[in-house]
């Protein structure tokens, strides 16, 4: 039996807060994968604001640009799961099976 990963220092910090989304838990593992353990990125954010929020637009730009089709159908089946849970939840019936 194989030993569990370690976990990073991000994703152990959003665990010991408010309880996250899984979408939210997956970002941080992946921040953790791609960024050095001694950065402490939310620091930065805090401190730097405007930067941050360039640098992340510059990035979703970029990615955007690569991969916007496959970006924008994952969003969109996103978006029609959660709508015809939601429905599904207020009626008490599937609304597709």
Do not use: C, H, N
């Amino acid at each position: 039996m194989e030993p569990a990963p370690r976990r990073g220092p991000i994703a152990e910090m959003a665990e010991s807060e408010k309880p996250r989304s899984a979408s939210s838990r997956v970002a941080d593992e992946l921040l953790d994968d791609l960024l050095p353990a001694e950065l402490e990125w939310r620091q930065m954010v805090r401190s730097y604001p405007l930067p941050a929020l360039a640098v992340a637009a510059l990035g979703g730009y970029l990615l955007g640009r690569s991969r916007g089709p496959a970006i924008v159908a994952a969003l969109s089946t996103f978006v029609v799961s959660e709508m015809v849970a939601g429905l599904s939840e207020v009626t008490g019936q599937e609304v597709v099976e």
